[in-house]
């Protein structure tokens, strides 16, 4: 019995360890690893040359030691330099001409002028070799604005064409830029680069060319297109060589060819390139309420100046959270601003604020209707002299102490000035009848009793006596000729103001 359980048993645990080590997948080999030679490296004269390095553009899959040891090993670090960068991404067809030679002499025989240039750019030209990147667009593009603006983003041209980029404003308001009276998006870094690379790919898509789609960014796409269309018709290339073109056109892509060259071979011209380290230059930072231009710069710890140059597109002296939500600040000085902003409790953020004008008027009225002096108000808005303010135009002014919303949306994002010509007038006295008031005077000689009021020194209420002379202001070629028979009696030439907008106290 003894023998049977032993045997029982022992069938048992055989059937157990047969369970266990069952069938079941084999297990994937270890990929081997060859063993350590033990011999020294032939001399490099003997040695079999490197295979080129082999850049993989399909799906991934892992790959064993040995196989990664047979393979060259491409860098994946980033160049240190920004223009080792953008020579890195030259596409475009190479021009070589004639014109091509003059414009390299040019710029080479100006060093003071492209070192300028080039230091200049170090503020934009990360964003805009990034922009270019991410659209796999040609790299050289990154150096239009040198032929455009010089890199100043504040450049006005001639024709009013604003910005890095030069924009009109047509061609502005086409892409989406806002031109108001608070801001011209044409010099917006972030908006304006954008807007140029989308023009840029439009023209491209339209004529397959990069050489045209630049003569058609300078000259204009109908232009362009009529130029080729007479090419066509009289059996001629169509090419950017054979077009005939204005000669400012014909230069464009020359110029934009002659600063590739130097950038791509400085040493070549002699040029120094400023350093310029391959990572933003700025960040951008989220405004969520009104603020002095003045303070948030020095909120930021930067200068005024250099604040201005990285958000050149406002145009006074007061950020307007609900139209321009976002600022651009030096990378290092974006987390100074928030730390500043969020502690700073020595008083209110705007001292600024927008007065939408009730009816058409003069500078010096509307300087006292706000409390300011009349040269102080043209200076904040950029009033020219001689001209009247129109009914519904927008003035910055300031902002009273009991005031606490910020400028709506609807005013931050559309406000306008609208400026007319202001007559010449000429101090006059008038007798006032019987029961003659301010309103009465007003309605007879076309000017405002607001007016007739201020120049008197009287309420706008006031009644005249009989026989009080009435000081008026009036056109001297106007139509505004007294409706009565009262007599009006112009000053002497002596004694009158030669253009006067309105007598001030």
């Known amino acids: 019995m003894k023998k049977l359980l032993q045997a029982a048993g022992l069938s048992l645990a055989l059937w157990l360890a047969g369970c266990a080590t069952g069938p079941s997948p084999a297990p994937s080999p270890e990929p081997s690893l060859p063993p350590p030679s033990t011999q020294a490296p032939p001399p490099v004269s003997q040695q079999a040359p490197a295979a080129p390095p082999v850049v993989w553009s399909g799906p991934l899959s892992p790959i064993t030691p040995a196989e990664a040891a047979s393979l060259g090993v491409v860098s994946t670090e980033p160049p240190a330099d920004l223009w080792e960068r953008i020579r890195g991404g030259f596409s475009m067809p190479a021009l070589d001409t004639d014109l091509v030679r003059r414009h390299e002499q040019w710029y080479a025989t100006r060093p003071d002028y492209m070192q300028r240039m080039t230091d200049r750019s170090r503020k934009y030209l990360f964003h805009i070799v990034e922009e270019l990147e991410r659209r796999r667009m040609p790299s050289e593009l990154a150096l239009l604005p040198f032929i455009e603006s010089a890199f100043n983003p504040q450049a006005v041209s001639s024709a009013r064409a604003a910005g890095m980029w030069q924009f009109m404003p047509a061609t502005g308001r086409d ?4 031109q108001n009276f608070f801001r011209d998006d044409r010099r917006d870094v972030l908006a304006s680069t954008r807007a140029a690379l989308d023009y840029l790919q439009r023209l491209h898509g339209m004529f397959g060319d990069w050489h045209l789609a630049l003569a058609a960014y300078n000259w204009g796409e109908g232009s362009v297109g009529r130029a080729i269309a007479f090419n066509k018709r009289k059996g001629l290339g169509t090419g950017y060589e054979d077009l005939k073109m204005p000669d400012e056109t014909r230069n464009y892509v020359p110029k934009l060819q002659a600063v590739k060259n130097i950038i791509g071979n400085p040493d070549q011209f002699r040029a120094e390139l400023p350093v310029i380290e391959n990572h933003p230059y700025f960040d951008v930072v989220t405004v969520d309420r009104d603020i002095d231009t003045a303070l948030a710069a020095k909120l930021a710890g930067v200068a005024l100046d250099d604040f201005k140059a990285l958000n050149p597109q406002l145009n006074r002296p007061v950020i307007l959270a609900a139209g321009t939500p976002q600022i651009l600040l030096p990378w290092d000085n974006a987390k100074v601003f928030q730390r500043n902003l969020t502690d700073y409790s020595q ?7 927008a007065w939408t004008v009730p009816g058409t008027m003069s500078v010096a009225q509307a300087a006292r209707r706000v409390g300011m002096s009349e040269a102080e108000l043209r200076s904040v ?3 020219p002299p001689r001209m009247l ?6 003035l910055v002014v300031p ?7 910020d400028v709506a949306e609807h005013l931050a994002d559309n406000g306008q000035l609208a400026l007319a010509p202001e007559a010449t007038l000429r101090r006059t006295t008038v007798k006032a009848g019987r029961k003659d008031t301010v309103a009465s005077i007003a309605r007879r000689y076309r000017v405002t009793p607001a007016q007739v009021a201020d120049w008197n020194d009287v309420g706008a209420s006031a009644a005249f006596r009989a026989g009080q002379q009435v000081i008026l202001y009036l056109p001297v070629r106007g139509k505004a000729a007294p409706r009565s028979t009262s007599r009006a009696r112009v000053a002497p030439a002596a004694r009158a103001k030669p253009v006067v907008k309105s007598r001030r106290r």
């Open 347 to 353: 008083g209110r953020f705007a001292s600024w604020t």
């Open 399 to 405: 902002r009273p102490p009991s005031e606490q919303k």
């Open 381 to 383: 808005n950029t009033i």
């Open 389 to 394: 303010i129109k009914a519904g135009s927008v």
């Open 175 to 178: 892409y989406d830029l806002k």
